[in-house]
């Protein structure tokens, strides 16, 4: 059975899904991390990542947040801690990777000529993103990429993202989140 889309659709500022946990979706990767409320109100206030030290705080304060989620058997707020977690870890490469936090320069490449040029797994809704993206100038990585203060804060995001994700109680309680919802 094939995973639920994240509704995007959904009005997630004024809908509270500790009172209406059948309309999460856990979606992929980071989706909705900072829509679905309350949990993003709470999560996100410590959610930092620009040097080791404050990485460190971050990530132990949102761990910290998935255990007492996950004592109170609430699975979306694990779910929602977790891709905290899993976004301070993205973020952090990002910028270590590129300082300026951007990936692509604003130069294009040659640009398909016609839509049927653009690969077929592409459906309408990610033709832009395609184009956006394979038709832009990758901008060189930082040489300091693996070890400057973003790199080693994603390293500690990282763990604590795989300590979340691994959990087995946290494991347990998705397979039932599918089951019931899916």
Request: glycine residues 4%; hydrophobic residues 30%; aromatic residues 14%.
């Given at each position: 059975?094939?995973?639920?889309?994240?509704?995007?659709s959904?009005?997630?500022?004024?809908?509270?899904?500790?009172?209406?946990?059948?309309?999460?979706?856990?979606?992929?990767?980071?989706?909705?991390?900072?829509?679905?409320?309350?949990?993003?109100?709470e999560?996100?206030?410590n959610?930092?990542?620009?040097?080791?030290?404050?990485?460190?705080?971050?990530?132990?304060?949102?761990?910290?947040?998935?255990?007492?989620?996950?004592?109170?058997?609430?699975?979306?707020?694990?779910?929602?801690?977790?891709?905290?977690?899993q976004?301070?870890?993205?973020?952090?490469?990002r910028?270590?990777?590129?300082?300026?936090?951007?990936k692509?320069s604003?130069?294009?490449?040659?640009?398909?000529?016609?839509?049927?040029?653009?690969?077929?797994?592409?459906?309408?809704?990610?033709?832009?993103?395609?184009?956006?993206?394979?038709?832009?100038?990758?901008?060189?990585?930082?040489?300091?990429?693996?070890?400057?203060?973003?790199?080693?804060?994603?390293?500690?995001?990282y763990?604590?993202?795989?300590?979340?994700?691994?959990?087995?109680?946290?494991?347990?309680?998705k397979?039932q989140w599918?089951?019931?919802?899916?």
């Open positions: 059975m094939a995973r639920p889309k994240f509704d995007y959904l009005d997630y500022k004024n809908l509270d899904l500790r009172k209406h946990p059948e309309l999460y979706r856990v979606g992929k990767w980071e989706q909705g991390v900072l829509v679905v409320e309350p949990y993003k109100s999560i996100l206030p959610w930092r990542f620009k040097n080791p030290e404050i990485a460190t705080k971050s990530s132990e304060a949102i761990y910290e947040q998935f255990l007492q989620y996950k004592k109170n058997n609430d699975f979306i707020g694990m779910d929602m801690a977790r891709k905290f977690l976004m301070g870890y993205t973020r952090s490469r910028y270590a990777n590129h300082a300026s936090g951007k692509y604003n130069e294009n490449l040659e640009k398909p000529k016609a839509i049927w040029e653009i690969p077929k797994e592409f459906n309408q809704r990610n033709q832009q993103h395609y184009v956006n993206t394979k038709t832009k100038k990758i901008l060189p990585q930082e040489t300091d990429a693996l070890t400057n203060e973003k790199a080693q804060s994603a390293r500690i995001f763990g604590k993202y795989l300590q979340a994700r691994e959990d087995e109680d946290y494991k347990k309680l397979k599918q089951e019931k919802y899916w």
